[in-house]
């Protein structure tokens, strides 16, 4: 079975990385954001995905030729973001940050009416937020997608903090994907132990969400799957770059359910995705072959958090 995922990315970002190739600056000039690394990764995994977006500005209009999935766009004057890092000396370095523009109210309302249909006849959908300080859309578009599109049948996967979370839990999504870092800076657990975190698991749960996934960097995710703990143990691989590795594995998460998988099925897909990713240089990519076959070697334990 082939599902199909609709991906809701308000305002990708256009990124310029420098590397450096036999002693010379290599540069790369990408579609970012985490909308973008998402649906490369739901793509890879064998589901077919469209990535809702707003673009705007010359950045909008660079963006629209990189993103390189299935696209539903609403023009805009706002304009979209975009980096540059230095990663020559092995580092990430910001050199240049440009935010993104506000959308207009008549920009938001055509956006959220393509995200909604879309998402009706997708059947799986995933709320992405922009980059961390940009405030393209209000975070009452969160809470409105995720009541009406799980209101109608659409499965709502959140990967999302700070008040685009809030927001969300009041929509009441069925799958919540967050770090651990995220869980006790929005106040849901006192710290990054693991009963602290489980009891974040448990606030977050009362939203109505059947799955609340909490990623650990290095350490096992933790997950609270409808009522039971469980702690997530994938193959240890060569770490390349750890960013984007969340991403991939709310995109496996999503990628499963628009397949018809469980919830558990789902999660370990969603864990060998991240466990990719990390190997490889580029974010929200990886062989999809590759993450199958890790998938077997995932191991899902139950936790007793009493």
């Known amino acids: 079975m082939t599902g199909r995922v609709v991906v ?7 990124t310029v990385t420098v590397e450096e ?15 973008v690394w998402q649906s490369r990764m739901i793509e890879s995994l064998g589901s077919e995905v469209v990535l809702c977006a707003a673009l705007g500005g010359e950045t909008g209009h660079v963006l629209r030729h990189l993103i390189g999935v299935e696209l539903k766009v ?30 207009t109210r008549h920009e938001l309302d055509d956006l959220y009416e393509m995200t909604l249909v879309e998402g009706l006849n997708a059947g799986v959908a995933v709320l992405s937020g922009p980059a961390e300080h940009d405030e393209p859309v209000p975070d009452s578009v969160y809470e409105r997608l995720t009541r009406d ?54 606030e977050i749960a009362k939203s109505g969400a ?3 996934v909490v ?40 990628a499963g359910l628009s397949q018809g998988r469980s919830l558990e099925e789902s999660l370990r897909l969603g864990a060998a995705a991240g466990a990719v990713n990390i190997t490889r ?20 334990k139950p936790w007793d958090a009493a």
């Not at 960097?217 to 994938?234: K, N, P, Y």
């Open 21 to 35: 190739l036999d002693g010379a600056p290599d540069i790369h000039v990408h579609a970012g954001g985490q909308g």
């Open 281 to 300: 240089h580029g974010l929200g990519t990886g062989s999809g072959d590759v993450v199958r076959e890790l998938t077997e070697r995932v191991t899902l």
């Open 8 to 14: 809701f990315a308000p305002s990708p970002e256009l």
């Open 210 to 212: 059947r799955a609340v």
């Open 74 to 103: 609403r023009e805009v004057a706002a304009r979209n973001g975009g980096y540059v890092h230095d990663r020559r000396d092995g580092g990430r370095d910001q050199l240049v940050r440009m935010p993104a523009d506000a959308l």
């Open 149 to 202: 599109l799980g209101g109608n049948g659409c499965r709502v996967v959140v990967d999302l903090s700070g008040g685009r979370l809030a927001a969300a839990l009041e929509g009441g999504p069925d799958v919540v994907k967050v770090s651990h870092t995220e869980l006790v800076a929005d106040g849901f657990a006192e710290s990054d132990e693991l009963a602290d975190l489980a009891q974040g698991c448990r």
């Open 215 to 254: 990623s650990r960097a290095a350490d096992e995710t933790l997950a609270l799957i409808e009522g039971s703990f469980f702690l997530v143990e994938v193959p240890e691989l060569s770490p390349v770059d750890t960013r984007g590795g969340g991403d991939s594995m709310t995109a496996g998460l999503a």
